[in-house]
């Protein structure tokens, strides 16, 4: 069996929040299960592998994000490899270039994302920066809890084609409507940082079964559980508003 590849676009652009870990998660749950499994680093410049199983961007800046979707345009293999199959799993300014469009700057400059999800994002009144939680409606109807941070001033509006990941329950999430994130197909897109695989396993092994299409067995981690015990009792006592 080749060995699952999990590509991690653009770290140089999209890599001051620490989302690289989702990718680390991403392989060493597989590893821990027997599976083989590569991480390879794309930065802007070197041709986006079409052989990825899932493919992966993180939060950044403004600017970067502009520049990140241009590279990506421009290089055009992410495009080919998701139409053949592989997920994408992007969060906040990852998130957002992957929708339709996106404002930069002060003067709310409109640049076109990727297109892949039917989302557009715009600057929102106040930037939302502190813990985010969120209930995961995962797909055996089975309940679960996102918990991450978020730190974004762009709110973030689903077209029809997009469906909600999950319904806020402590922090602002995609606009303050109490949606957080956006599925449509194989893609995934949402706010959190934490790493918000490394906080949410179950999240991280969604995504692997997606691109496996197979059910993966569990990895029980009582260490894992308990600190996300003491992450939701936490955001829910220090409870924005
Ligand atoms: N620059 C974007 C915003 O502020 C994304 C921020 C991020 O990736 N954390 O909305």
Redesign the pocket.
Same mark, same amino acid.
């Given at each position: 069996m080749n060995p699952v590849e999990i590509v991690l676009l653009y770290q140089s652009l999209?890599g001051?929040?620490g989302d690289r870990g989702n990718a680390v998660v991403l392989r060493e749950r597989l590893r821990a299960r027997g599976r083989e499994a590569v991480l390879r680093q794309i930065e802007p410049g070197q041709p986006v592998p079409a052989s990825g199983a899932i493919y992966l961007l993180?939060?950044? @800046?403004?600017a %970067?994000?502009v520049t990140a979707v241009r590279q990506l345009r421009q290089d055009g293999r992410l495009f080919a490899a998701l139409d053949a199959g592989a997920c994408l799993f992007a *969060?906040? %300014? =990852?998130?957002?270039i992957t929708g339709r469009s996106?404002t *930069?700057g002060h003067d709310d400059q409109v640049i076109e994302g990727l297109g892949l999800l039917d989302v557009e994002?715009r &600057? =929102?009144p106040r &930037?939302a920066v502190g813990e985010v939680l969120s209930r995961w409606t995962k797909p055996d109807g089975g309940q679960s809890v996102i918990t991450g941070f @978020?730190? +974004?001033?762009?709110?973030t509006y689903l077209g029809p084609e997009a469906t909600p990941l999950a319904r806020v329950e402590v922090g602002v999430g995609n606009n303050g409507d109490g949606t957080e994130g956006a599925v449509q197909g194989r893609i995934i897109g949402c706010?959190p +940082?934490g790493p918000v695989l490394a906080r949410n396993p179950e999240l991280a092994d969604h995504l692997l079964e997606l691109a496996l299409g197979q059910p993966l067995d569990p990895l029980p981690n009582p260490e894992i559980d308990d600190l996300r015990r003491q992450r939701l009792d936490w955001a829910r006592r220090h409870h924005r508003r």
């Open positions: 999209l001051i929040y993180g939060g950044g @800046e403004d %970067a994000q *969060v906040c %300014a =990852g998130f957002q996106f *930069v994002t &600057r =929102g &930037r @978020e730190n +974004h001033g762009g709110h706010y +940082h």
